[in-house]
């Protein structure tokens, strides 16, 4: 704390600037952080022509993590790749929900999910990208060359991963 603040015994903190609640533990916990947007998709239009509107949820830290883990593996020599296959469908596929917050698809709907529209899709990411907390840095970090990479596929016709290789120090 600095000259500005005094720390109460009620849990809060008067500051220059106003009053401060440090939440508890419990409090955190039960507070509703869920965001929700819907977004029209114009690429995608029902048989009147109408376009589609899509209900997106920001994922929890937990489905973000497991979201993220999904962005690496390991070849056979156990070096790290970088996994871009279905990479926006993948997000989207855990974002997309109904009018009772139930996901639309399983994981396994990614690989048909990502043969629709390319702008669609990343509309649909990008709002996905901003519910979950994901900024563009991230997003580039995940799916950075380490330093040397190079993709499977332009060693091997293996499309979508980028291989992590140590760098040789100066």
């Avoid at 114009?42 to 883990?69: I, Y």
């Avoid at 996901?103 to 990502?114: G, I």
């Amino acid at each position: 704390m600095n000259d500005d603040d005094q720390q109460q015994l009620d849990g809060t903190a008067v500051r220059s600037d106003g009053v401060v609640h440090f939440a508890s533990a419990s409090e955190i916990l039960g507070v509703s952080d869920t965001y929700y947007e819907v977004v029209e998709v114009p690429e995608w239009k029902t048989a009147a022509g109408t376009p589609f509107s899509v209900r997106m949820r920001g994922l929890t830290g937990q489905e973000r993590d497991s979201w993220e883990g999904t962005n690496v593996r390991f070849d056979k020599r156990g070096r790290q790749q970088v996994n871009l296959n279905q990479f926006r469908a993948r997000l989207i596929v855990r974002s997309a929900v109904d009018g009772d917050g139930n996901r639309l698809f399983t994981d396994s709907d990614a690989v048909h999910l990502s043969q629709k529209s390319a702008a669609g899709l990343q509309r649909l990411f990008e709002v996905a990208q901003r519910l979950s907390g994901l900024s563009d840095e991230d997003v580039d970090e995940m799916t950075k060359d380490s330093g040397g990479a190079q993709t499977e596929h332009s060693q091997n016709g293996a499309a979508g991963f980028a291989t992590a290789s140590p760098t040789a120090s100066p």
